[in-house]
């Protein structure tokens, strides 16, 4: 008996499988719901209700808990489609793959790499989505399942699965088409062609209902088609989904602009024994199942980045450069002996002397006058400052108005700016078409180096269908 287990935002799945040769016959599916804000975008900030919900699992279902592998999904997976040579080692591959990520990692050292292979290139070379994962959010899963007595056998990525599936299917090499994998609030959207993932986007889901956020599925569409064109690739007639419902499927098609594709629920637990009791959510889960036990993984990545860091420890020559250096204290020993036999006499006149009081009263008089300066100096320093700081406040804000007004280009209209501090802070009020729209136009923002950080502070609809919304933007005051 196996294990797969997946934790979403709203709950933890334990997905109980068997084995016969590829094919997998399902034998069990529970679920541990979690509390709002426990887990977001695959960050656990609250790692307690985890724990208890598998513990209690774990007592009344102990036969669960024998064979289990995690498949970790959310915003802390970096990938990317890179070029290697055909001929390198896995060290090689292990640092290209983190200097790929270095730009967009506070931590590159630290990061676990995997890859999978994606296609080879006239040149010989070969084409892998590279994935990264932060050691910090690894080490969180890894502590989780410990304290409650589960033992990992594997970790996989999400990417990793849906890559497997479609690689042992023939009948997806035939046609280019576009898979939307939707998981909770997280669309991640991929371009297939002649079965080989050419490129994927992954996107946030806004909305209180699934009407709204089966919209942002059909807005992240249309990018999807925009790309597809840019890169001349061929166009695809087939969208296919994992997560939808049959319910949300049928919004889908109903809201679409676009007539010409083809939109279906991918039937990826058709025909599978025992299949009948997974929701249409439990894909991932499902897709981790089917991964050999022989692949590597995660855990593999953690083992290499530990060896990594061993082998590029300098080596230790301290045998030799130890002799070399106790002769060279002997001399120095030697010499020094004979040189304070000499010194002594005039350390002890010089002592004399810098005690004597006309030396201590002159001395206290300079400390007096180097404090007096020291504090004078402080001051004109602060005062320099605050002075250079406000003659480059003016500029500093245009450059931030001019960048928030030509990023919205024709898309945003900008209604107001207020600024609420000296410090580069301002409030905007603007309007867009759709909140896709405002959405693409907040993380583009979010990539400029002038700006710190944005924060929303409240949006609407209006009565003609436009989205508003107010966002807080803070300009790095270097």
């Known amino acids: 008996m196996k294990t797969s287990i997946h934790i979403s935002t709203y709950m933890v799945e334990v997905l109980t499988y068997r084995k016969s040769g590829p094919r997998v016959i399902v034998k069990g599916y529970d679920t541990i719901a979690l509390p709002e804000e426990c887990v977001i975008n695959g960050v656990i900030l609250d790692g307690t209700p985890i724990i208890e919900g598998l513990r209690s699992l774990r007592r009344s279902k102990p036969r669960l808990f024998k064979d289990v592998s995690l ?23 292990f640092q290209a793959i983190r200097d790929e990520f270095s730009d967009i990692s506070t931590d590159s050292e630290n990061l676990i790499c995997c890859h999978f292979p994606l296609s080879t290139n006239k040149d010989g070379s070969k084409q892998i989505l590279a994935c990264a994962v932060e050691r910090s959010h690894t080490d969180t899963y890894l502590a989780i399942m410990k304290a409650a007595g589960v033992e990992l056998n594997k970790i996989h990525l999400a990417e990793h699965a849906i890559l497997h599936y479609f690689d042992d299917e023939p009948e997806f090499k035939a046609q280019p088409f576009v898979l939307n994998l939707v998981d909770d609030d997280i669309l991640t959207s991929m371009i297939f062609q002649n079965g080989i993932s050419v490129f994927q986007s992954r996107t946030r889901l806004y909305g209180e209902d699934r009407e709204t956020m089966v919209r942002g599925t059909l ?31 049928d919004l889908v098609r109903m809201n679409t602009a676009y007539p010409e594709i083809h939109f279906s629920n991918l039937e990826l637990f058709e025909g599978v024994k025992g299949a009948k009791i997974l929701p249409p959510n439990a894909h991932i889960a499902y897709l981790n199942a089917l991964i050999p036990d022989g692949e590597t993984d995660v855990l593999h990545g953690i083992v290499l980045s530990e060896r990594l860091k061993k082998r590029n420890k300098p080596k230790k020559v301290w045998i030799p450069v130890l002799a070399g250096v106790v002769a060279v204290l002997a001399c120095v020993i030697a010499v020094l002996w004979y040189l304070v036999a000499g010194v002594n006499y005039e350390v002890r006149t010089l002592t004399d002397y810098m005690n004597s009081p006309q030396v201590v009263s002159e001395r206290e008089e300079l400390n007096r006058l180097n404090y007096e300066i020291n504090r004078a100096t402080t001051a004109y320093d602060e005062a320099v400052i605050r002075i250079e700081e406000k003659e480059a406040l003016p500029l500093l804000t245009r450059q931030l108005i001019d960048t928030i007004v030509l990023l919205g280009g024709d898309v ?33 923002l979010r990539s400029q180096r002038i700006i710190e950080y944005i924060e929303y ?18 300009m790095y005051n270097e």
């Open 71 to 93: 498949v970790l999904s959310g915003s802390f997976v970096y990938a990317k489609r890179i070029n290697v040579p055909s001929k390198i080692n896995k060290w090689m591959l």
């Open 457 to 474: 502070l409240g949006y609407s609809y209006d009565s003609a269908g436009s989205f508003n919304f107010s966002i807080e933007v803070k």
């Open 219 to 249: 807005d992240g569409l249309s990018g999807i088609i925009q790309f597809n064109k840019s890169q001349n690739f061929e166009e695809f007639y087939h969208c296919l989904f994992l997560g939808l419902s049959d319910a949300d499927l």
């Open 412 to 444: 945003i209209t900008i209604s107001s700016f207020s600024f609420t501090d000296t410090q580069g802070t301002v409030r905007i009020s603007a309007s867009a078409a759709t909140e896709f729209s405002a959405s693409n136009y907040v993380d583009r």
